[in-house]
């Protein structure tokens, strides 16, 4: 898969606000999931050339998906 097929996963499923508000709200499971894959190809070296503030979005995204889970 190319850098920018992430990428535009990304952008598309987890960074988009309506959408990561969308799976927060039905499917958090889903979108820790989706986020933990996408940094999970960037520490394999799969994501060869991420944007910095794209992986921090990201372990932002996990992050508070995990809060959300454990609070339930």
Do not use: H, T
């Amino acid at each position: 898969i190319d850098d920018w097929m992430f990428e535009g996963l990304g952008r598309a499923y987890l960074l988009d606000p309506d959408v990561q508000q969308f799976l927060q709200e039905k499917n958090p499971w889903a979108l820790r999931s989706m986020a933990e894959r996408l940094l999970e190809a960037v520490d394999r070296g799969m994501w060869e050339r991420p944007s910095p503030e794209i992986v921090d979005s990201l372990k932002e995204i996990y992050l508070r998906s995990e809060s959300v889970l454990e609070s339930r």
